[in-house]
C-alpha cells in the first residue's frame, strides 16, 4: 500500500516539454512511474522521445485524460502560467495535481486552491514542493528515486531537502510514501490530510511529520495526532534558532511574537506525545528506536 500514488497511477505531466518538464519526465520515467502523455498547449499531436519511450503530447488535460485514462498530473510550468495550467486539471476533473513551480504568486494559488476546493473533484500537492515518492511504485516530482526503497515509514514534510534527508536517513527501514507538502503560505496539501492517509494506510507502522516555522500548521496537526493518529509519530521543526519577524527560506516561513515559532511547535507535538528531534539526525534515530521495538 502507499497514499495518494502508487503502481497504478497513470501520470501526465503539464509542461513536459520545457527544459525542466523534460529532464524530471525522464527521471521519473526512470523510477517505474507510468507517465502516459504531456501536456503544452500548442504541441498536441507531437511526441517526444524520452531516452527510448516515446510520450504523447496534448494541447489540454481533459485531451489527455481522455486519450491515456490518467489520473494524476504534475506541473513543470513556469509560475505565470502555472494558474492557467492548475485550472485547466482542475476543469477536467484530474484527481490528483502535484504542483512543482516555486514562486507562483500568492494571489493566483489562492485562485486555483478555492476553485478546486468549489469543485470538489482535484486534490492539489503544493506548489512549490518536491512531490511525493511511493518507491518502487511511482515518483511524481523531484525527490531523487534512488536514495530510499519501500518500507514501513510514512514521511509528510513541508521542506524539499529535508525530505531528501530524512528518507536517506532512513533508508535501511523505507517508506511506503514520503509527501513533500510544500512551504508557501497556501497549499493544498497539509500535514493533517498526510497524517489522516497514513493512519488509515494499512502498510504504514510510523510517521515522521516535519514541520517548520511560521503558522500554526505543526499546532493543528498536533491536535488531529491527539484525536485521530494511534500509530507511533517523530517529529522535527526547522529553524529554532530563526530570528522573529523575517522570512526564512520559504514565503510561509516567518514568526511573529511566540506565535509560529519552533519552541511553541516542538512543545504542542510533544505535548500529544509526539517525540521531536533537536535535528534531523536526532529525529532519524527517534524513529530508528521506534522501529527496533
Do not use: W
Not at 46 to 53: A, H, N
Not at 211 to 240: H, L, M, N, S, W
Amino acid at each position: 500500500m502507499a497514499i495518494f500514488v502508487n503502481e497504478s497511477t497513470k501520470v501526465i505531466v503539464q509542461g513536459m516539454t520545457g527544459s525542466e518538464g523534460t529532464k524530471h519526465t525522464k527521471r521519473m520515467l526512470k523510477a517505474g512511474t507510468k507517465i502516459v502523455g504531456g501536456v503544452t498547449p500548442g504541441k498536441g499531436g507531437q511526441s517526444v522521445d524520452m531516452d527510448g519511450t516515446l510520450i504523447p503530447v496534448f494541447n489540454s488535460v481533459s485531451e489527455a485524460m481522455a486519450a491515456t485514462g490518467a489520473n494524476a498530473s504534475v506541473v513543470f510550468v513556469p509560475p505565470k502560467f502555472a494558474k492557467a495550467a492548475v485550472i485547466d486539471a482542475i476543469d477536467a476533473a484530474m484527481p490528483l495535481v502535484v504542483v512543482i513551480t516555486e514562486g507562483i504568486p500568492v494571489h493566483d494559488v489562492a485562485a486555483f486552491y478555492s476553485y478546486a476546493v468549489g469543485k470538489g473533484k482535484t486534490q492539489i500537492l503544493g506548489p512549490n514542493c518536491p512531490g511525493i515518492i511511493s518507491p518502487g511504485k511511482a515518483n511524481l516530482g523531484i525527490i531523487p528515486a534512488d536514495i530510499t526503497g519501500p518500507g514501513k515509514i510514512g514521511l509528510v514534510s513541508k521542506s524539499g531537502t529535508l525530505t531528501y534527508q530524512m528518507i536517506f536517513e532512513l533508508r535501511d527501514f523505507g517508506f511506503t510514501t514520503a509527501v513533500g507538502i510544500g512551504g508557501d503560505p497556501i497549499i493544498g496539501t497539509t500535514h493533517i490530510d498526510c497524517l489522516r492517509a497514513f493512519q488509515d494506510d494499512p502498510d504504514t507502522k510510523a510517521i515522521v511529520m516535519i514541520g517548520e516555522i511560521g503558522g500554526d500548521a505543526e499546532e493543528r496537526a498536533a491536535q488531529f495526532i491527539k484525536e485521530y493518529v494511534t500509530k507511533p509519530v517523530v517529529g522535527y521543526v526547522a529553524g529554532f534558532t530563526a530570528p522573529e519577524g523575517k522570512t526564512m527560506g520559504h514565503a510561509g516561513a516567518i514568526v511573529s511574537g511566540s506565535s509560529g515559532t519552533a519552541a511553541a511547535k516542538k512543545e504542542a507535538l510533544e505535548a500529544v506525545g509526539v517525540a521531536v528531534g533537536k535535528t534531523p539526525s536526532e529525529t532519524a534515530n527517534l524513529m530508528r528506536k521506534i522501529l527496533n521495538g
